[in-house]
Every structure is written in C-alpha cells, then in structure tokens.
T-cell receptor
C-alpha cells in the first residue's frame, strides 16, 4: 500500500537556525511528492512538489526539499527559520491522494 | 481572486439530520476532492471527481455522498450524520489531477451531537 510517514509530531527550532521537517515514503511507481503548510484556522497551502528531474526542489517562502530515492525521503528544509514559519506541515503523495499525519513546527524567538 | 470557497464554515447539527456542505471553485479546474482532517491522522480523502459527472470513492467514503453536475461545484452530502463524522472538512481542486498542485478551501468544522 502507498504510504507517507512523518516521523516527528513536533519540531522545535530557534529563529534564525536551519530547520528540517522529515518525510519518508513507500510507494510504487513514480513518486509524485508534495509539501503543504497549514496555518491556524486556514486551509492547506502548496509549498513545493517533486515530479521528476532535479532532486533539489525550491518552493515558496524560502523552503526547499530534497528528494532522495535511495533513502525514500523527501525532507523539507529552510536555511533560516522565521517565527512566522510556525505551522502544521504535511507531506503528500500525489498519485493517490495520500497525506502524512502532519508535523507541527514551532519556531521560537 | 482565484479561490475555493466552502459553506458553511462552522456547523453544529444532530444525529440523523441531513446536511450539505457546498464547495465552489472559480479556476475552471477539472479535479475536485473532499478530505476530512482528524488529529494525528492527517487528511484522508472522502471522494474525488476527475470531471463533470465523474466521481469516485477515496479512502473513507462511508456515510458521504457527492455530486458533480457543474464543473465549479462539488457539494458534500451527509444523508444521516453520526457523531463519528465530527471533523474538519476541506474541499480542494486542481487543474487536472492529484499530481497537480491542489488549492484548498478554508475548511468546514462540523460537529454532530
């Protein structure tokens, strides 16, 4: 069965430090992978996606993600975290609409 | 402004009372979908539609109905709501498929007493 895992429920990072939100996948076929962000009382917003090509994908708000086929991972990264990045982040597999459980990111001032 | 709208945003109802949550998009998207979000479970797909008059079940379709009579609208119908359908519901649309970026509505928080 296709699945997406986010091993951390919560990630805390100090403002200005780099952040990583982890995602691993188990899918057959092409790994169409997405990251979405959800701010309080809002719907999800698209950050970036990997379909094919360059393993390093750049997205909105300074975020990027690295697709690693050998480790079946698609971790979300940002070089310098902002307090305003605090939100719930979802990794998703696009082929059959599977979302991970979400990781709550808290950026501390 | 390109957007997905849902109504109502909040709804409290009682067991067995039929309800409809509306969803509309103004981007001429072919693909539309309904999800429910529950703590610790992420988003789970209820139903999706690839185009007008084409709908299919997602992972958790039991207790729900949908229709796609017009391209822009994709209502979610609960014929006889039960307390286990208390959840946060999101409608989403994309240009053609789930491999495209999805645009999400603001959500509908439903409580079934």
């Amino acid at each position: 069965a296709q699945s997406v895992a986010q091993p951390e429920d919560q990630v805390n990072v100090a403002e200005g430090n780099p952040l990583t939100v982890k995602c691993t996948y188990s899918v057959s076929g092409n790994p169409y992978l997405f990251w979405y962000v959800q701010y309080p009382n809002r719907g999800l917003q698209f950050l970036l996606k990997y379909i094919t090509g360059d393993n390093l994908v750049k997205g909105s708000y300074g975020f990027e993600a690295e697709f690693n086929k050998s480790q079946t991972s698609f971790h979300l990264k940002k070089p310098s975290a902002l307090v305003s990045d605090s939100a719930l982040y979802f990794c998703a597999y696009g082929q059959n609409f599977v979302f991970g459980p979400g990781t709550r990111l808290s950026v501390l001032p | 402004e390109a957007q997905v709208t849902q109504n109502p945003r909040y709804l409290i109802t009682v067991t067995g009372k039929k309800l409809t949550v509306t969803c509309s998009q103004n981007m001429n998207h072919e693909y539309m979908s309904w999800y429910r979000q529950d703590p610790g479970l992420g988003l789970r797909q209820i139903y999706y539609s690839m185009n007008v008059e084409v709908t299919d079940k997602g992972d958790v379709p039991e207790g729900y109905k949908v229709s796609r009579k017009e391209k822009r609208n994709f209502p979610l119908i609960l014929e006889s709501p039960s307390p286990n359908q208390t959840s946060l519901y999101f409608c989403a649309s994309s240009i053609r498929t789930a491999r495209d970026e999805q645009f999400f509505g603001p959500g509908t928080r439903l409580t079934v007493l």
